[in-house]
């Protein structure tokens, strides 16, 4: 059945045909046909575009339009299907590839060599780019931060990072009603065990406690959060 919702529009005339978007499908929805990037079937595209980012040539975008409403046990055929053939389905750019990177906790009194230690535990960090069934986001204590933040506050990495996974976007320059949809979908398919959210001082920027508000509502979940705000100055204010 169709539905209004938003999924991956590529553009011909642009695409070069070399296939870095189709392998960095995670739900294969994406082939390269007659030398040009095709996608399959609607209902095995989720929308959340985390093919975007792999194409050299700006193709791909994201379109709200009519579209067959997306089909997790049908794409999951289908992956069975592309596995018996042989064909791997995610081989993308290592810049996207959903990894988790294991460190040690630092504690509360670090010395000044382990304060200079990165805590990053995942990747991809940007809210566009994540999969909502990424493992590390199971159970988490997830840090949501404006992109700024890391460089006005000096202990971000101890502070907030510490043994967080972080997804990190703008409020102002980004689509706000897509981040609301993959919040939503994260908040849905992962057991988030609380929400920390880190923004900057500029009014612009409280935005992301709005999208991540509008997404547990539409999740239908009640995560605990803790809202922190940053001055340009470096300081934490709230």
Same mark, same amino acid.
Not at 71 to 100: N, Y
């Given at each position: 059945?169709?539905?209004?919702?938003?999924?991956?529009?590529?553009?011909?005339?642009?695409?070069?045909?070399?296939?870095?978007?189709?392998?960095?499908?995670?739900?294969?929805?994406?082939?390269?046909?007659?030398?040009?990037?095709?996608?399959?079937?609607?209902?095995?595209?989720?929308?959340?575009?985390?093919?975007?980012?792999?194409?050299?040539?700006?193709?791909?975008?994201?379109?709200?339009?009519?579209?067959?409403?997306?089909?997790?046990?049908?794409?999951?055929?289908?992956?069975?299907?592309?596995?018996?053939?042989?064909?791997?389905?995610?081989?993308?750019?290592?810049?996207?590839?959903?990894?988790?990177?294991?460190?040690?906790?630092?504690?509360? /009194?670090?010395?000044?060599?382990?304060?200079?230690?990165?805590?990053l535990s995942n990747w991809p960090v940007q809210?566009?780019?994540?999969?909502? /069934?990424?493992?590390?986001?199971?159970?988490?204590?997830?840090?949501?931060?404006?992109?700024?933040?890391?460089?006005?506050?000096?202990?971000?990495?101890?502070?907030?990072?510490?043994?967080?996974?972080?997804?990190?976007?703008?409020?102002?320059?980004?689509?706000?009603?897509?981040?609301?949809?993959?919040?939503?979908?994260?908040?849905?398919?992962? /057991?988030?065990?609380?929400?920390?959210?880190?923004?900057?001082?500029?009014?612009?920027?409280?935005?992301?406690?709005?999208?991540?508000?509008?997404?547990?509502?539409?999740?239908?979940?009640?995560?605990?959060?803790?809202?922190?705000?940053?001055?340009?100055?470096?300081?934490?204010?709230?």
């Amino acid at each position: 059945m169709a539905i209004l919702r938003e999924i991956i529009k590529i553009d011909e005339e642009k695409c070069n045909g070399c296939g870095l978007c189709a392998k960095a499908c995670a739900e294969g929805a994406i082939e390269i046909i007659d030398g040009k990037a095709k996608l399959v079937s609607e209902v095995y595209c989720d929308g959340l575009g985390a093919c975007i980012g792999e194409c050299p040539e700006g193709a791909l975008t994201i379109e709200k339009r009519e579209a067959e409403e997306f089909d997790e046990e049908a794409t999951e055929i289908h992956l069975h299907e592309l596995e018996k053939k042989g064909e791997t389905v995610f081989q993308g750019c290592p810049g996207s590839m959903t990894r988790s990177i294991q460190r040690p906790k630092a504690s509360p /009194n670090h010395a000044t060599a382990e304060a200079a230690t990165s805590r990053l535990s995942n990747w991809p960090v940007q809210l566009m780019l994540i999969s909502p /069934n990424a493992p590390y986001l199971q159970g988490a204590d997830l840090l949501l931060t404006a992109d700024c933040v890391p460089f006005a506050l000096a202990d971000f990495h101890t502070r907030f990072l510490n043994g967080k996974p972080v997804v990190i976007g703008c409020p102002k320059l980004d689509d706000g009603q897509y981040y609301v949809e993959k919040l939503t979908e994260i908040f849905k398919k992962a /057991n988030i065990n609380s929400l920390t959210i880190v923004h900057m001082e500029v009014p612009c920027c409280f935005g992301l406690s709005n999208i991540a508000s509008k997404a547990m509502v539409a999740s239908g979940k009640n995560i605990p959060v803790d809202d922190y705000t940053v001055s340009i100055q470096g300081e934490v204010l709230v």
